[in-house]
């Protein structure tokens, strides 16, 4: 997956898979989503949280988080979070996101 990183300094793209159910620490901040703890998948504080797994109509497919967010729209964190409360596990046993980390 290419996209175009947010961070100006450098950062690296970080690929996590859970099992369902999960958990994930993460807040708005602005135009993006971060995460606000360590995970056990690897997810780390400071991660943007880019795209996860979204369900529709038993199809999944790439939730664009930060392409969200930009909207600014009063709900655009709520459409977030059911992006990510798709992963019920109905019809899937896991879920994909993905970050990007800004490099040390």
Avoid at 5 to 30: K, Q, W
Avoid at 33 to 58: C, M, N, S, Y
Avoid at 84 to 94: C, E, F, H, R
Wanted: negative net charge; proline residues 6%.
């Amino acid at each position: 997956m290419k996209f175009k990183p947010l961070l100006a300094t450098g950062s690296e793209c970080v690929v996590v898979r859970y099992d369902l159910p999960f958990g994930l620490a993460a807040e708005p901040r602005g135009r993006i989503v971060v995460v606000t703890k360590d995970g056990p998948g690897g997810e780390k504080a400071g991660d943007i949280l880019r795209f996860t797994t979204q369900w529709t109509d038993r199809q999944p497919g790439m939730f664009d988080v930060c392409k969200c967010m930009e909207r600014q729209l009063q709900n655009s964190f709520d459409q977030v979070v059911n992006a990510l409360v798709s992963n019920d596990g109905t019809y899937g046993q896991d879920i994909v996101l993905v970050f990007e980390r800004p490099m040390e």
